[in-house]
C-alpha cells in the first residue's frame, strides 16, 4: 500500500511542478490538430508491442528544440503476441508530453482466454519533444480479477509519428 501511495504522490507532485506546461496546452490553438500514429515496447512480466492513434495539439513545452511537445487524446491496443497466452487490451488515455516530462493517464482492458482485467494506468517519464517517450507506469486493478501475466509495474517506450491533420 505505500508503493501505490508514493507513486500517486509522485504524480502529483510533477503535475504541480510542470504546471506551467499545462497551461501552454490549456492556450493552444484549436486549429493545430495532428493525427499522431504512436507505435511502442513495454516491459510488464511480459514484453508487449502497443500500436495507439493520437489526436494532438502540439504544445510549447519551453524547451530549445523547435516544436516541444504534444498532448491530446490517445485511442490503441497493446498485445503480448503470444500464441499460447494471448492478451489483447484495448485501451483509451490522455497525453501530455512536452520536453523534457510525459505524462499519461490511460484505461486499459486486458483480454485473455474470456477474462477481463480492468486497470487504471497513469505514467510518467521523460520525453524528448513529444515524439520520442519512455515512461514509467502503475497498474492499479479496478477489478477483482487480475491476470497473473499483467504487473502492477510497467516501463514503456513510444513514439509519436504524425502530420498535421486541420490547418487554417
Given amino acids: 500500500?505505500?508503493?501505490?501511495?508514493?507513486?500517486?504522490?509522485?504524480?502529483?507532485?510533477c503535475t504541480l511542478i510542470n504546471k506551467k506546461v499545462v497551461a501552454q496546452v490549456k492556450a493552444a490553438d484549436s486549429s493545430n490538430l495532428k493525427v499522431l500514429v504512436s507505435p511502442g515496447i513495454s516491459s510488464q512480466r511480459?514484453?508487449?508491442?502497443?500500436?495507439?492513434?493520437?489526436?494532438?495539439?502540439?504544445?510549447?513545452?519551453?524547451?530549445?528544440?523547435?516544436?516541444?511537445?504534444?498532448?491530446?487524446?490517445?485511442?490503441?491496443?497493446?498485445?503480448?503476441?503470444?500464441?499460447?497466452?494471448f492478451i489483447i487490451a484495448?485501451?483509451?488515455g490522455?497525453?501530455?508530453?512536452?520536453?523534457?516530462?510525459?505524462?499519461?493517464?490511460?484505461i486499459i482492458d486486458y483480454l485473455s482466454n474470456g477474462k477481463s482485467d480492468l486497470r487504471l494506468l497513469p505514467e510518467i517519464g521523460i520525453s524528448?519533444?513529444?515524439?520520442?517517450?519512455?515512461?514509467y507506469g502503475y497498474n492499479f486493478p479496478l477489478l477483482k480479477n487480475k491476470l497473473t501475466e499483467i504487473s502492477n509495474s510497467r516501463i514503456t517506450l513510444t513514439f509519436n509519428i504524425g502530420k498535421s491533420f486541420l490547418q487554417d
Fill in 128 to 135: 524528448f519533444n513529444g515524439y520520442i517517450n519512455l515512461v
Fill in 94 to 106: 490522455y497525453e501530455v508530453s512536452a520536453y523534457p516530462l510525459c505524462l499519461r493517464g490511460n
Fill in 90 to 92: 484495448p485501451k483509451i
Fill in 46 to 85: 511480459e514484453i508487449f508491442g502497443e500500436l495507439n492513434i493520437m489526436l494532438a495539439k502540439e504544445v510549447d513545452g519551453g524547451g530549445s528544440c523547435g516544436s516541444n511537445g504534444f498532448s491530446g487524446l490517445r485511442v490503441g491496443f497493446e498485445s503480448n503476441l503470444k500464441k499460447d497466452n
Fill in 1 to 13: 500500500m505505500k508503493l501505490k501511495r508514493s507513486i500517486f504522490l509522485l504524480i502529483i507532485i
